[in-house]
C-alpha cells in the first residue's frame, strides 16, 4: 500500500473537503476573469440550469436584448472573483464582455446565494433609477426564497427582469412619442402666431405710412385781397370794413 494513503486518512474530512475547496477556488476565480463573452448570453460554471431552461433563458434575454438594443449578460458563477465582491465582479464582467455599450448583467454567486445587476450608465440615464433600484432588491429577496430550487429561483428573477425592462422601455418610448407631438403642435402654433403677428405689423405699418403722408400733404386756398363791398358788414368777401365815429 502507498504510505501515503494512510496518512491522508488519518486527517479529518473536513480538512480534507477545505483543502480540496480552497484548491479549486483560485481556478474558480480565474474562470470568469478569463472567459470570454458566451455567444447565447449565458455563462453557467455551476450548472444551476437544466439544458432546457437555459435555451429558453437564453431566447428570452436575446429578445430583450433586441427590445432593449443593449447587451443583455447572465453569469452564475461558484465564487466572486479574488478581491472583490458579486457586484464589482458583474461590472468588469460587464465592461469586459461589451465595454462602453449599452448593457445590463445579472450576475449570481452560488457560495453566497446572492444575486447583482450592473447596468451601463446609457440605461441608468434611460431609466428611472428608482426602479432599477427596486428591481435588484426584488431578485434579492426571490433569491432568499429556498423553498424553491436553484433552478426556479433564478428563473423567476430572469422572467421579473426582463419583463419589466420591457415595460420600462415601453413607456420610454410611449414619452418620446408623446413629446414629438406636443414638440410639433407647439412649433406649429408658433409658427402661425408669428405668421399672424408679421402680417399684422405689415398692415399696421402701412396704414401708418399713409397717414403720414395724408398729413403731410396741406392745401391751402390762394390769398386774395377782396375788398368791402358798399360798406356792408359780412359782404362781398372775407374781409369786413367796420368804421366807428368817436364819441
Not at 191 to 196: A, P, W, Y
Request: proline share 5%; charged share 20%.
Amino acid at each position: 500500500m502507498d504510505p501515503v494513503l494512510p496518512s491522508l486518512l488519518a486527517f479529518p474530512r473536513w480538512f480534507l473537503l477545505a483543502t480540496l475547496f480552497w484548491l479549486g477556488l483560485p481556478s474558480a476565480w480565474a474562470a470568469i476573469e478569463t472567459a470570454t463573452a458566451p455567444n447565447d448570453g449565458i455563462f453557467d460554471d455551476t450548472r444551476a440550469f437544466s439544458d432546457q431552461t437555459h435555451l429558453q433563458l437564453a431566447e428570452e434575454i436575446k429578445l430583450l436584448s433586441q427590445d432593449l438594443k443593449c447587451d443583455v449578460w447572465i453569469t452564475a458563477t461558484s465564487f466572486p472573483a479574488s478581491g472583490t465582491n458579486l457586484r464589482r465582479q458583474a461590472q468588469a464582467t460587464r465592461l469586459q464582455w461589451s465595454a462602453q455599450q449599452p448593457s445590463v448583467l445579472l450576475a449570481y454567486d452560488r457560495s453566497t446565494n446572492a444575486v447583482a445587476f450592473s447596468f451601463s450608465p446609457d440605461l441608468w440615464h434611460r431609466y428611472p433609477a428608482a426602479t432599477l433600484v427596486q428591481l435588484m432588491r426584488d431578485a434579492a429577496r426571490s433569491i432568499a426564497d429556498t423553498k424553491l430550487t436553484l433552478e426556479e429561483r433564478l428563473t423567476i428573477i430572469v422572467h421579473d427582469w426582463t419583463k419589466r425592462m420591457r415595460e420600462l422601455e415601453t413607456t420610454r418610448l410611449q414619452q418620446s412619442r408623446w413629446f414629438q407631438q406636443d414638440e410639433k403642435r407647439f412649433a406649429l402654433i408658433l409658427t402661425t402666431l408669428l405668421i399672424g403677428a408679421v402680417g399684422v405689423a405689415g398692415i399696421v405699418g402701412m396704414a401708418s405710412r399713409r397717414r403720414d403722408s395724408i398729413d403731410s400733404q396741406l392745401f391751402l386756398f390762394p390769398d386774395i385781397d377782396v375788398g368791402t363791398r358798399f360798406g356792408a358788414p359780412f359782404g362781398g368777401g372775407v374781409t369786413v370794413e367796420t368804421k366807428v365815429s368817436a364819441p
